[in-house]
């Protein structure tokens, strides 16, 4: 569930990275394409600007030129109007020569054409009335008025076509008259379009050119189309004698967005674009696969039953689970901000959870940091909350180091167990041999001397009184009854030796039994004052012998046991009882005790050690160890009786007062219990 949702998540992520890198070369593609947009046609107005400078000096010295040759002809005619008659058909000639746009130059005395050179093809010219002509009348007077050269047209020829004229007045020598005349040079606007590179220009640009008879930026478009001037030109005036034109050019269908290469552009920047989200998406893939890996290993080492910690190779902690962190708690701050070994040991001896290091800190935090140094190591620790850890450290090939640790509280107890209970085996193997070899010294003792009966004092006696001459009857039957009396001793030790033997060896071999689950019991209902009768009856003499009172209330009582069981358990009890009390009573009761009736023995004894109560029942196990105690006994009658009593489904339990006495109790089920 939890990877899913992070699946979701960074399925959302790469979407957003998807979004930027659209939104991001979108923006970044459109201020591009403004900007070289813009660049594009600053450097589209250079070339067009570049190219109206050329096309400007090429009119303006096509038409510097041929004013130049018909201000001449006029300055000619100025100096002597008889030239016309004479070489000035020559001089034109040569003026007109192979370079001159003119195509030819009337010459109108008083306003009439009456010379035309060439005068071939213009024949049609000749007798041509300028006062009479309003279209070429106006730039006629013009050049008058100003007295100097100007640009006319382009008009329609007389003798056919379109024109440009240039007209320079011939002023007048006499008194009443201002001008002579007037001198026309003509140019075929065809001609001049041609030769200017108008006619031949880029198909990539429109040009326009206005101011029709020099009249500049004001007059009316001759050239090309009047939507050129709207189209944002570039504006070049071209300048001649007593007028200008003004001249435009455009790009073809307007001014461009973008450069030709924008689409080549715009593919490059999605390609860029993909590209981009190509990288982002796969880098995001990486760190997603980083991410699940890291995941992946902290839930592995959080899975880890063990406490793990990772120092870098400057001893900082770079990593660690719970489990490593549950051991010192909230008391010590293992992560925030990073932290170093040595300051992790200073907060662990300042919060005082290591015993061990209470009153040692600096020896004990260079003992730490010793092992923490080798490349393995292996400790156990005791902490302050009773808890036992094993901490062990591998040097990592990278120079940092990996620490393991691990709960052993509960390896530790039952280390601590099995060294109890092997102890415990010790001591009991001590005490069955003690007690063991007790009895058989006895019997081996004896033994001798029955075997060797004639070494007897009493048989030797006897033995001097037969070898007597006259035996006296009375004497020998007196050493004789003393010879029986002492064998009688003697066989009595040997007897009550043999069945101490025989004694311990069942209870061993009881014990056995109950503790490898091979004991069976025959439970049945039995009276409760029948067995305890008999054990009252069994151990009389005993407790008179000692001097003490042994009681038994009656209960009526009936209880579900194995009857020889039951009676093993009182034996054992009342038996004790009686081993541990020197005077006073021992009282036996029998209560209800819900569905179980609850048996006590009550003593007057010497009672038992707090310390050592709840260790009398496990095998193997007295209250008095010391070679010096009273009693004698093995260690097991109490352990087999809580294994029969546990047997039956009832439980077995000491009070006791040292010095004043104990009571054992110990419940039974009664009939019908399951
Ligand atoms: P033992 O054969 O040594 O009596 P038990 O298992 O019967 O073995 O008893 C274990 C120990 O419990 C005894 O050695 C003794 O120290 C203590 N004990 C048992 N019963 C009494 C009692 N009535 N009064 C005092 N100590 C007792």
């Known amino acids: 569930m939890a990877e899913e949702n992070n699946n979701i998540s960074w399925r959302v992520f790469n979407m957003f990275l998807v979004l930027v890198v659209v939104i991001l070369t979108t923006i970044i593609a459109y201020v591009y394409e403004r900007v070289d947009g813009q660049r594009y046609r600053a450097s589209l107005r250079g070339d067009l600007t570049q190219q109206a400078s050329i096309l400007r000096a090429t009119m303006e010295g096509k038409l510097a030129q041929s004013a130049e040759i018909v201000k001449t ?16 058909s020559m001089i034109i000639d040569e003026l007109l020569g192979d370079d001159s746009i003119l195509r030819d130059i009337a010459i109108a005395p008083d306003l009439v054409v009456r010379h035309v050179y ?63 005349g007037i001198v026309s040079g003509v140019i075929n606007t065809s001609t001049f379009y041609k030769l200017a590179g108008l006619a031949n220009h880029s198909p990539q640009f429109d040009i326009a050119l206005r101011g029709k008879d020099g009249t500049g930026a004001n007059g009316a478009v001759f050239y090309g189309s009047d939507a050129v001037f709207r189209n944002d030109p570039v504006l070049t005036d071209i300048i001649f004698p007593n007028g200008s034109w003004q001249m435009a050019i455009a790009p073809k269908g307007g001014w461009p967005a973008h450069p030709p290469n924008f ?64 051991y010192y708690g909230d008391k010590i701050n293992l992560t925030n901000p990073r932290r170093r070994f040595i300051d992790i040991l200073k907060d662990i001896v300042d919060s005082k959870m290591i015993p061990e290091a209470i009153g040692r800190e600096e020896e004990w935090i260079a003992e730490r940091i010793r092992y923490h140094r080798q490349a393995t190591s292996s400790m156990e620790r005791l902490l302050g909350d009773g808890r036992w850890i094993r901490i062990e450290e591998r040097r990592t090939p990278d120079g940092g180091t990996a620490t393991v640790t691990a709960d052993i509280t509960d390896l530790k107890k039952a280390k601590d167990q099995a060294e109890q209970a092997n102890r415990a085996k010790t001591e009991f193997l001590n005490t069955v041999t003690h007690e063991l070899r007790t009895p058989l010294t006895v019997i081996l003792g004896f033994t001798p001397l029955l075997a060797n009966s004639r070494e007897l004092p009493s048989a030797r006696k006897l033995q001097e009184v037969l070898e007597q001459d006259s035996p006296d009857t009375q004497a020998i039957r007196r050493c004789a009854d003393d010879l029986i009396g002492e064998i009688s001793r003697y066989a009595s030790s040997m007897d009550k030796a043999g069945r101490h033997l025989l004694c311990l060896i069942n209870d061993i071999l009881d014990l056995s039994k109950a503790e490898s689950g091979l004991m069976a019991i025959n439970p049945s209902a039995c009276q409760l004052d029948q067995v305890m009768q ?81 260790n009398i029942f496990s095998v193997f196990t007295q209250a008095d160890n010391s070679d010096t105690r009273r009693a004698t006994g093995t260690g097991l009658g109490l352990a087999i009786s809580r294994k029969l009593v546990e047997m039956h489904g009832g439980r077995i339990w000491a009070e006791s007062e040292p010095g004043k006495g104990s009571t054992f109790c110990f419940t039974m089920p009664k009939p019908g219990h399951t």
């Open 73 to 88: 002809v006029a300055a000619l005619i100025d100096a002597d109007p008889a030239v016309i008659d004479g070489r000035l």
């Open 118 to 180: 060439p005068l071939q093809s213009n024949e049609s010219v000749i007798g041509l009335d300028y006062s009479k002509n309003r279209e070429q009348f106006v730039a006629v007077s013009r050049a008058l008025a100003i007295g100097g050269t100007v640009v006319a047209g382009p008009v329609k020829l007389v003798q056919g076509g379109e024109g440009f004229i240039i007209r320079a007045p011939v002023l007048s020598d006499e008194p009443d008259k201002q001008w002579w």
């Open 263 to 326: 689409n080549h552009t715009r593919l490059i920047f999605i390609l860029g674009a993909l590209l981009t989200i190509f990288f982002v998406l796969t880098a995001s893939r990486l760190a997603q696969k980083r991410e699940q890996a890291e995941n992946l290993l902290a839930s592995a080492v959080d899975a880890v039953d063990a406490g793990l910690a990772l120092f870098d190779e400057n001893d900082y902690l770079v990593a660690c689970n719970s489990t490593f962190q549950s």
């Open 534 to 614: 008999e054990i009252v009856e069994q151990f009389q003499p005993t407790a008179q012998d000692k001097g003490l009172t042994l009681n038994f209330e009656s209960s009526g009582a009936t209880v579900l046991a194995d009857t020889i069981r039951l009676n093993q358990i009182m034996v054992n009890l009342v038996g004790n009882a009686l081993k541990f009390t020197d005077r006073g009573e021992i009282r036996i009761t029998a209560k209800d005790d819900g569905s179980f009736v609850k048996v006590c023995v009550q003593d007057t004894g010497c009672g038992i050690p707090n310390d050592a109560i709840t």
